[in-house]
Every structure is written in C-alpha cells, then in structure tokens.
C-alpha cells in the first residue's frame, strides 16, 4: 500500500488492477483530474474529495438510494424473472430507499438500536472474541479470515437479533450468497439465483423466530422489530423479516472486511500496533483509524433525481454517481499525512459509515465488535506478521475485501 507513482493506467477502468489492489494511488489520480470525473465505462460520476463525497451522502434530496427505479431499477428489471422472489425481499431494504419509505422503517428499526441493547451483548462479545482468538495462537500462519473476522460479525449479530443459537451456522453459509448480490458483485444470473435460494432459506428460518416475537415479544432486537410505535404502525412480518436480513449483511461483510484490513494495516505499521500494546486505551481510537485508513466500503452508489452542479460539474437528471469513501479517507485536503495509519488521530471525521439519512445504523455495534477485537488481540499477541505473499482484493466496486489473508500472530 504505498503511493508511489503510479503507472500509466487507464483511469476509466474500475475494476482494473491498480483500482483494485492500489485504490489510494488510483483514486488519487482520478480526484487531481477532478473530485467529480465523468466515467466512461461505468456510465457515471466518480467523486473522490473528501468534501464532495459528504456532501454527496448529505444530499438525499437530490441523490436518490432507490435501487428500483433510476438507472440502478433498469438493471435490476433485467433480471431473471425466477429472482422476484429475491427482489421482493431487497425492495424492503430500506437502505435502498429514499423518504418517505426510508424516514418509516429506519426510525421503526432504529428503536432496536438503543444502548441498553448494545451494552446488554458486550460481555458476550468479550467471551466470543477470546474464543475465536484461541486457534490464532501456536505461532503458525492461520486463515485470519475464516477463523477469526468471518465468525465474530456473523455470530454477534445472530446474538443482537435474537436468532437462537441452532439457526446460526445456516445463517452463516447463507449470508454469503446474499452478500454476492447485495455488495455488486455483479448482477448475473447466476448470482442472483444464488442470492435467491439463500433469501428463501434465509426467509424461511426468520419466519417461524419472527411470527414468534410478534406473538410474544421478548427483550431482543426481533422483539423490537415487531412492536408498533405510539401511532401504532409496525413492519410488517416480511418486512422484519427483510430488515433483519439487511442487519445480516449490512453488519457481516462490512466487519469481517474491516477486522481483516486492520490487521493488514497493523501489519504495515507495526510501531502502531506497539503503541496499542502499551495503551490499550486507544482501541477506540484506533478502531476510527482503521475505518479511515482502509475501510470496508470502497464507495456507493446514487443517482440524480434532478440535474445540478456539483463541485463543477453539471450532473443531469438520471445520472449515476458513485460517492467513494475510500478516496475521501485519503484525501489529503482532509488529513495530514493520509496515507499513514495514526491510531492516535484526532478528530477523526472520516466517511466510513456514509453520511446524512443513511448514516450507518450499526455503526455503535460494529465499534463495539472491533474495539473488543482490537483490545484482547494487542493484549495477547506482541506482533502480527502477514503471510500471504500477495495481497489481493476481490474486484468490486463497491466493497474493499480480500481474497485471502494467512497471518502469523506472536505470543511472544
Ligand atoms: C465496519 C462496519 C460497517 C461499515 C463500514 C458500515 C457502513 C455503512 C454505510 C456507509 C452505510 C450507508 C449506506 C448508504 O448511505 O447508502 C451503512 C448503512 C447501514 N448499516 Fe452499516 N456498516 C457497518 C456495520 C454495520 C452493522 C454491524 C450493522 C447492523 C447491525 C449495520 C447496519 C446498517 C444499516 C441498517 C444501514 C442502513 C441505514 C439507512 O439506510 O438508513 N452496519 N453502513
């Protein structure tokens, strides 16, 4: 991850190598052309400036979430007709939507995310994080994705939810499929037949929970999902069940993504990792860092509901706009020295968790996950030694990820 010069490359091409496993060098060229640059190949603007990219999350007035309709719903219709089911369910995610179906269901899901939750799973997340830590020890080079960053998201937000403790290991060989199709990992038919039968089964293992909270409310997130407001309005069944697949998703890949990107960057700034080991105290700190420095989301997408200028460019209604967080992370107009990891950085105003309506609804949990992570991995292990030879990221537009990453964790 250095930013050396970059080579000649082709600065429409997204998904090409240096987009992919040099995103700092990249989007630093596109945003010196412009922070809004036209792209050919995607069909849309590229933002890249740390202002623009917020004030792009900001404007959900006239950069619409609505994946079905716009330029984004045209794809989607293409689609197989055996996926309705499946986008049956994904039009009730209402982070892709805009008011007034978003304002409803994001304030009716977020009576779920109140402290009293969050606090209620700590310990149990503490307990999790020591368990998952014990196959990293021996000195030997071990799978840090499937064993440790895979499992701690997926099990604490069965936890969160209320899912019970048999369900869990299919929601986790489902939640992958889904995730194929809802972080753009293209939008082929194959895919979407995958996502589908994960939904059905997925849909079909929440029905009986969900039915259940809503005929005796317990005190977990479901529960929460189910009860009415005071003006007596509620999701309904498929709706809970819908939005409790988007905290699936919403709150797996992401985590997994940024555990796994964190070690990658503790590896390349060791003295930081020492730091923490001397003052754990900074865990929170250096959990924002981390969601700077190389988080989990890449960028998202928009589109115009009207024509408007923007940081200089005249944007026409039914454009698509892509509003990369990774680059506004690293904008130097933004952050001293950005391309550095500073675990003790201060304040730290990155664009990990968007901006605005849409603002991440777990990001209180997923500090939560990785400051517990982070706390008892400095304490245990003295240094982290990256042992995948080749760090390579899965070619998506949308999510940061890699393909692979072997790591050697020293007791001593
Ligand atoms: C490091 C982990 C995470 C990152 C980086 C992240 C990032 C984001 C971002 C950027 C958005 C805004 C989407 C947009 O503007 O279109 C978002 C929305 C959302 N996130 Fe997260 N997220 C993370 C973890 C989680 C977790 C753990 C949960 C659930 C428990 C979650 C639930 C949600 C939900 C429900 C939304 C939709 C909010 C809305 O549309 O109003 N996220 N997240």
């Known amino acids: 991850?250095?930013?050396?010069?970059?080579?000649?490359?082709?600065?429409?091409?997204?998904?090409?190598?240096?987009?992919?496993?040099?995103?700092?060098?990249?989007?630093?060229?596109?945003?010196?052309?412009?922070?809004v640059l036209w792209n050919k190949r995607w069909k849309g603007w590229i933002v890249t400036s740390h202002e623009a990219v917020l004030a792009g999350y900001r404007d959900a007035a006239r950069l619409s979430s609505d994946r079905f309709s716009g330029p984004f719903g045209a794809e989607l219709r293409n689609a197989e007709s055996s996926s309705q089911q499946l986008l049956g369910f994904l039009s009730k995610f209402f982070v892709w939507k805009d008011p007034p179906y978003h304002t409803r269901a994001r304030a009716l899901v977020n009576r779920a995310f109140v402290p009293k939750n969050l606090e209620v799973i700590r310990p149990s997340i503490q307990k999790l994080v020591r368990e998952l830590a014990d196959p990293l020890r021996g000195g030997e080079p071990v799978d840090f994705l499937s064993r440790f960053a895979f499992n701690l998201p997926v099990i604490v937000i069965s936890e969160f939810l209320g899912v019970p403790q048999e369900a869990r290991n299919d929601l986790h060989a489902w939640s992958e499929d889904l995730g194929a199709v809802i972080f753009v990992r293209g939008h082929d038919d194959e895919k979407l037949k995958r996502g589908e039968a994960a939904m059905t089964k997925l849909a079909d293992l929440l029905r009986p929970i969900v039915q259940d909270r809503i005929a005796a409310p317990r005190e977990d997130v479901l529960s929460a999902f189910a009860q009415p407001n005071e003006n007596g309005e509620r999701l309904s069944e498929d709706e809970i069940i819908a939005n409790a697949a988007l905290m699936v998703f919403a709150g797996h890949e992401t985590t997994m993504n940024l555990l796994a990107n964190g070690i990658v960057a503790f590896h390349q700034f060791p003295d930081q990792w020492q730091m923490l080991r001397k003052d754990p105290t900074l865990a929170p700190k250096a959990t924002e860092e981390m969601l700077r420095f190389d988080g989990p989301i890449r960028g998202l997408g928009r589109w115009a509901k009207e024509s408007f200028d923007f940081s200089g460019q005249r944007i026409a209604q039914g454009d698509r706009v892509l509003l990369v967080q990774h680059a506004a992370n690293r904008d130097p107009a933004a952050f001293d020295e950005p391309d550095k990891l500073d675990i003790t950085r201060w304040p730290n105003r990155h664009a990990a968790f968007g901006q605005g309506i849409h603002t991440c609804m777990g990001a209180p949990l997923a500090r939560m996950e990785v400051q517990e992570a982070l706390t008892y991995l400095a304490g245990e292990f003295v240094s982290i030694e990256v042992t995948t030879p080749k760090l390579e990221y899965n070619p998506t537009i949308v999510s940061r990820s890699l393909k692979q990453l072997n790591v050697r964790f020293h007791e001593s």
């Open 1 to 35: 991850m250095t930013s050396a010069v970059a080579p000649d490359i082709d600065l429409d091409d997204l998904l090409g190598d240096e987009a992919i496993n040099h995103p700092e060098r990249y989007y630093a060229k596109l945003r010196q052309k412009s922070p």
